[in-house]
């Protein structure tokens, strides 16, 4: 009887356990066949945007997407196969909500077919895969007689591949590129001279190239005595030498309701000429500009940022956190303007303080702003090193803007008239003249940053070749606050929402404000100890001069007592020092180390205990029958 009854037992379980795989592998198969998205970012930088959405739903002339993809090649990198399905997904979801306006085409340029030809002809860039034959990734978009292109789909910028697609769907609806007006101090469309020379910084900036996809970018230099009719938006970075009449003509584009982007600097690292880095950005007749648009910022000055600094590496080939070089983080950055709600990370390398002028009757916005743990200091301390800046720091208890809108009906810097121009510019003035305006018609609004150099390559993408070609990846937010404010100035607000997602970076916050904890409760001790150190130094030299002119070899015992005594005491302090600097090097590995720790042994602790207690569970239930 008891060995039918456990037979039976036997078979149940045994046929259970068959139903239960049936049920997984049927499970499996059907949820490969199913096309099914779960965005888990906290970002939801995988999903379609309310903004993509808009545009979308806006639109007045169908486009054709053709998605190249050399997906059939053996030779395919498993990294690009996943990436492919996730590309051919994304805009399968923008065909499913255009109401028909998208038509989405899925092309395989496999070697010598029709598909490969028509790639070619596009102008699709391919790379070499180990077979040596070619591999196409990239996007062809044709509305009517328009077209654009992704030659290539890059892996590093998948967060913003809706951007990419929707910044390209958008301007195919439109017939002509808004237009931009570039004035500059600094070589952001290359330097020929440098570019002769085989030298990187001869290239044009990334910016100006990214911005060159959407907009129509026209440099007008300095020396230039007017600005000629029909830019949607004058960008001005780190206005130096600039003709008067140029400054005039700056001033009349506000007042006649044009916008401005406005990049200051107060020391200026990327100036490629070094004699001219410590000198003011603006000139007189600017900084006049500057207060008829009611704002002040002191050129002397740059912030000193305890609470963001950045890790940079020193003449002598250490690393420190220097709190000039300020890296903000998401809670620095306002949360209820468009151009910074959403941003994470920007880097300011030496930044200046913007103020509202005492009385301006002007709309003032930070959008930007330091910790409160911060300072002005002058320029030239900015190079002298963190633990300088550090010694003689004095917190103003306050943060200080770094970037701000203002908005308003401005009065002109030149109340008195055109300024006065050379003989040959005679019908410039008169023409300025007749044209004067004293009060804005109309509102205008201006965005100005404290620091030109966050636009140099070097403080936000890194570039490596793959394949043949370059590779840039971004890694904070400073080209999309760049891209954010000209598409707010120029009236784009739909695609803010899409350049302004998903995080590039997520770094261990409580991890750095325990560093910053840790180098505070030393520094205070080196702050003493180097106190004491110079008060040493100090009576040295008091005994030294306290000996006559015919006595300057020679030395009482007393002084060679109290001198040797001294020397003593500031061998000590150095060790002490050494010992300071010791202590916070090791308290800072500490931390690592136990994180380490942490990372690798608490999931297994967290399982093992889980397990005993199950364990303990399954014992007490099996007692109890």
Request: with cysteine; proline share 4%; net charge neutral.
């Amino acid at each position: 009887m008891n060995k039918g009854s456990e037979t039976k037992k036997t078979f149940i379980s045994g046929a259970g356990l068959a139903v239960s795989i049936v049920i997984l592998v049927l499970l499996n198969v059907i949820i490969s066949y199913a096309n099914l998205r779960w965005d888990a970012t906290e970002e939801k930088i995988y999903s379609l945007s309310d903004g993509t959405k808009r545009v979308l739903s806006s639109m007045t002339e169908p486009v054709t997407v053709m998605f190249f993809f050399t997906r059939s090649g053996p030779d395919i990198p498993a990294q690009l196969k996943i990436y492919g399905k996730r590309v051919g997904e994304f805009l399968g979801e923008y065909a499913r909500l255009s109401n028909g306006k998208i038509k989405l085409e899925m092309r395989d340029p496999s070697p010598d077919s029709d598909e490969e030809e028509w790639a070619q002809k596009f102008g699709l860039r391919p790379v070499a895969a180990a077979s040596g034959d070619s591999i196409y990734f990239g996007l062809v978009f044709l509305a009517a007689d328009r077209e654009d292109k992704i030659e290539f789909l890059d892996v590093s910028r998948e967060e913003l591949l809706e951007y990419d697609v929707t910044r390209i769907i958008y301007n195919l609806q439109k017939r002509a590129k808004k237009k931009i007006g570039v004035i500059t101090g600094l070589p952001l469309f290359g330097d020929p001279s440098q570019a002769a020379m085989g030298r990187g910084a001869g290239q044009q900036w990334l910016v100006v190239t990214e911005l060159g996809k959407s907009y129509e970018l026209s440099q007008i230099p300095p020396d230039s005595a007017v600005i000629k009719p029909g830019y949607d938006l004058l960008v001005v970075v780190n206005p130096k030498d600039l003709k008067p009449s140029l400054e005039y003509a700056i001033d009349q584009f506000a007042l006649s309701g044009g916008n401005i982007l406005l990049f200051i600097d107060p020391l200026c690292v990327s100036d490629p000429n070094p004699q001219q880095r410590f000198q003011a950005a603006s000139s007189p007749s600017f900084t006049r500009l500057l207060g008829a648009w009611g704002l002040d910022m002191d050129q002397g000055k740059v912030i000193a940022d305890l609470e963001n600094p950045t890790r940079v590496r020193t003449g002598n080939n250490t690393i420190e956190a220097s709190p000039v070089w300020i890296s903000l983080k998401g809670g620095f950055f306002n949360r209820q303007e468009v151009v910074t709600a959403r941003l994470e990370s920007m880097l300011f390398p030496v930044a200046g303080a913007i103020n509202k002028k005492d009385g301006a009757q002007i709309d003032f916005e930070p959008l930007a702003r330091s910790g409160s743990n911060a300072s002005l200091i002058e320029t030239f301390k900015a190079s002298m090193g963190s633990s300088a800046i550090r010694r003689d720091f004095e917190s103003a208890g306050k943060p200080f803007t770094l970037a701000a809108r203002v908005t308003g009906t401005f009065e002109t810097a030149f109340p008195d008239g055109p300024p006065e121009v050379k003989e040959g510019d005679k019908s410039v003035k008169k023409a300025n003249a007749e044209s004067h305006i004293s009060k804005g018609k109309k509102n205008s609004t201006i965005i100005v940053v404290s620091d030109a150099d966050m636009l140099a390559d070097d403080f936000y993408v890194q570039k490596s070749r793959v394949l043949g070609f370059t590779m840039s990846n971004v890694f904070n937010d400073n080209l999309n606050f760049v891209a954010n404010a000209v598409e707010y100035l120029t009236g784009s607000d739909d695609l803010i929402s899409l350049r302004s997602r998903g995080t590039f970076e997520r770094p261990f916050t409580a991890v750095l404000e325990l560093e910053r904890k840790a180098q505070e409760k030393w520094l205070s001790k080196e702050k003493e100890l180097t106190a004491r150190a110079e008060s040493a130094n100090r009576r040295l030299r008091e005994l030294e001069q306290q000996k006559d002119s015919t006595q300057r070899m020679i030395l009482s015992p007393e002084q060679e007592d109290e001198i040797a005594g001294f020397r003593e005491e500031r061998a000590r302090i150095n060790r002490e020092l050494k010992e300071v600097r010791k202590n916070l090097r090791a308290d800072i590995d500490a931390l690592g180390t136990r994180l380490k720790a942490i990372n690798i042994f608490l999931m297994p602790v967290i399982v093992s205990i889980g397990g005993l207690f199950f364990g303990i569970y399954r014992q007490r239930k099996m007692r109890r029958k």
